[in-house]
């Protein structure tokens, strides 16, 4: 069983309420680490980097991000070591993202997306495998230096 962790701010917190239901009753294992409520006051990086930890140490496989444009919770979990996040709107850049870039973090606009369209990009992500394929693995071995300044 796929393991998924799942973090909100206050702008995400709906969605991220709705896709803990949607991937626990499709039968994925949800590791929610925030928030618990609907606070304005909260910090989207402590959220992103609470999943990002997660995913790092392989506590868990994938780790999914909402917050109002998705660009904030990105670039924090993006500086964890080992993480892979990815900012996307539609289906075919989740699979992209999974595919080619071995993606382990899927980012979400709140704002930007209905539950209609966000559901079919978490399906999307967490139904595609990475590519064994050598040319991707290279392109993200060469992702993977770059956080060890090679």
């Not at 409520?37 to 991000?65: F, N, W």
């Not at 924090?76 to 709107?89: E, F, L, T």
Request: glycine share 6%.
């Amino acid at each position: 069983m796929l393991k998924i962790a799942l973090g909100a701010d206050h702008g995400g917190f709906h969605f991220k309420e709705q896709l803990k239901a949607q991937l626990s009753g499709a039968g994925y294992e949800v590791v929610d680490v925030g928030a618990a409520q609907l606070e304005a006051d909260d910090d989207y990086p402590q959220y992103a980097a609470a999943v990002a930890r997660l995913v790092a140490a392989e506590s868990v496989e994938l780790g999914i991000l909402v917050c109002r444009s998705s660009i904030g919770m990105t670039m924090a979990a993006n500086k964890i070591n080992g993480v892979r996040a990815a900012s996307c709107a539609t289906p075919r850049q989740a699979q992209l993202a999974r595919e080619h870039n071995h993606a382990n973090v899927l980012s979400l606009s709140a704002d930007e997306l209905t539950w209609e369209q966000v559901w079919p990009v978490v399906e999307a992500f967490v139904a595609t495998p990475v590519s064994p394929e050598e040319r991707h693995r290279r392109r993200v071995a060469a992702i993977m230096a770059l956080e060890a300044n090679e």
